[in-house]
């Protein structure tokens, strides 16, 4: 009755029979499966009685991830395609529409996290979880994705003019924790003591109240103490994720239409006093630029930036780090990979961009068919459309690179590294881009979707390499990517180490060559099979 009342059907059937969407699910899927692998080999390891808190980050760090992905990437491509004119003029509303993709996608994002209930299931009969946690496992990730997937939604729909004071606020706040949370650390009250009085409770409760009913710490504290005592925490936090699941879903129906007409029927006018940039002779390389400049991912790399900085000056001071600075949290982080496994987290962020192909793709087939069909009768050969996808991915990824560069510089002041080694380690972060870039530009040339291939190499060899190192495989390690910008960084590249960078080299070259040589032939192969064909995504 509620399908057919709400005309709930036609979308779950869509979403169902989608073949990209479909692929998307079951990549999810293997995704989820594999963290959650990791994460209960991490936890077998451990002595019994001992909290799985490996396990449980890694859950709600994938929900948060799957969430982005299942949820909030579908809804935020929504309002993109034309086709939606025609359902905003019937009798199904635009917040009716809204909703009915919002459900769907909860239960797609249901579905993957109910896809690890056999293994926690086996965990909880072999003593490592109680039942009690196996519920918080599945609902905290759960919930949680869907806040960060309407999040980017509602994000995304605001007006321009409400997203760059919204990034103000944020870069702001970002400001404000790393100098309270990292530069005050343990020394926060002595700070705040010299606040008056009001204005110092106030800080002082407010950041105590984020890192206290923040989900990572509130899961912790579940994991570490008696249900009964942490149990009104978790309820407490799961009551205000759902209000705030309530909210975002309101305003996002809200501005559905708003955001559709801003989209295509609004003048696009730069009313900014910033000198554009010329076109020069590389046209399509700046249409690529300004494509992935408008989310340019700026509160993420203030975030990264800000902390690599503020790591790498403690790097360098060493001994000499002034006393009333906060020096917890930089501990921490030596006792848990330390500036090797910093930097190589950075360079991993900075070829994401490389994998996916952000600067080129379209939203679906049908886009990617009207571009090509005017692409394609110009005079553009592979060339144009390699330093277009290298200019957009490099602009997009730049920042986390000159942070890891940072990071490497700063232990070769310290003297945790020699300057060969230091040199050594950039070399391999380019080593690992290439690759990347090389490999994505090609599944971008053949027409597939680069959300399977991206997950792989930016989630999957990470994972494994990890993996590796934990099992003591070292060697085989340093044959990923991920796993030769580390032993770099760490300082013991010797020369059995140059066989992971001169394979990811080999295999860059080999790939570029092919990808530029059939560039032109692959494009117009792929326009041929898809023009005129009704394409469901």
Request: aromatic share 10%.
């Amino acid at each position: 009755m509620l399908c057919s009342n709400w005309m709930l059907y036609p979308f779950l059937a869509l979403a169902a029979q989608s073949p990209g969407r479909q692929q998307a699910f079951r990549l999810a899927v293997v995704v989820h499966l594999a963290v959650l692998a990791g994460g209960v080999g991490m936890t077998v390891r451990e002595p019994p009685g001992r909290p799985p808190l490996a396990l449980a980050m890694m859950l709600l760090v994938a929900g948060i991830v799957e969430g982005a992905g299942l949820l909030g990437w579908r809804l935020t491509q929504l309002p993109k395609s034309q086709a939606l004119e025609f359902l905003l003029v019937t009798p199904q509303r635009p917040g009716r529409v809204l909703l009915a993709e919002t459900v769907v996608g909860l239960g797609r994002l249901g579905l993957v996290t109910l896809s690890g209930l056999p293994v926690l299931g086996l965990l909880v009969a072999l003593g490592r979880l109680d039942p009690l946690d196996l519920a918080v496992l599945l609902v905290m990730p759960f919930t949680w994705g869907a806040v960060t997937g309407l999040g980017l939604t509602v994000w995304a729909y605001e007006p321009l003019r409400v997203r760059r004071w919204g990034e103000r606020v944020v870069i702001g706040l970002v400001v404000l924790q790393l100098g309270i949370g990292i530069l005050a650390g343990e020394h926060l009250r002595s700070w705040i003591n010299l606040l008056p009085d009001s204005l110092g409770r106030a800080v002082f409760f407010g950041f105590g109240a984020f890192h206290a009913y923040n989900p990572f710490a509130v899961l912790s504290y579940w994991l570490k103490e008696e249900p009964a005592t942490a149990w009104q925490r978790v309820v407490g936090l799961e009551v205000a994720a759902v209000a705030g699941i309530v909210i975002l879903i309101i305003r996002a129906a809200w501005r559905l239409q708003g955001h559709f007409h801003d989209l295509h029927y609004q003048p696009a006018v730069d009313r900014s006093a910033k000198r554009r940039s010329r076109l020069a002779d590389r046209p399509l390389s700046w249409w690529a630029v300004r494509r992935v400049s408008r989310y340019s991912g700026r509160i993420n790399l203030w975030l990264a930036g800000g902390f690599g900085v503020l790591y790498a000056l403690h790097t360098v001071a060493g001994p000499r780090w002034p006393a009333w600075l906060g020096r917890q949290i930089f501990q921490i982080c030596d006792q848990t990979g330390g500036l090797p496994a910093l930097a190589t987290a950075l360079v991993v962020l900075a070829a994401v961009p490389a994998a996916f192909q952000y600067g080129l793709w379209d939203a679906n087939a049908h886009e990617r068919c009207r571009r090509l069909e005017l692409l394609l009768l110009t005079g553009l050969r592979g060339q144009d459309y390699w330093e277009a996808a290298a200019a957009a991915a490099w602009r997009r990824g730049r920042g986390y690179f000159a942070v890891a560069v940072l990071l490497w510089a700063a232990a070769g002041i310290a003297g945790q590294l020699t300057w060969t080694q230091t040199l050594a380690a950039a070399a391999a972060g380019v080593l690992l881009w290439a690759p990347y870039f090389a490999v994505g530009f090609r599944a971008f040339t053949r027409g597939f979707q680069a959300n399977g291939l991206g997950m792989l190499l930016t989630i999957g060899l990470p994972l494994l390499a990890c993996g590796l190192h934990q099992t003591s495989q070292p060697l085989l390690a340093g044959l990923t990517p991920p796993g030769f910008v580390h032993a770099a960084g760490a300082g013991t590249p010797d020369v059995i180490w140059l066989v992971g960078p001169m394979l990811a080299g080999v295999v860059a070259l080999m790939v570029a060559r092919v990808a530029l040589g059939r560039c032109d032939l692959d494009l117009r192969a792929w326009y041929e099979r898809h023009h005129g064909r009704k394409v469901i995504s």
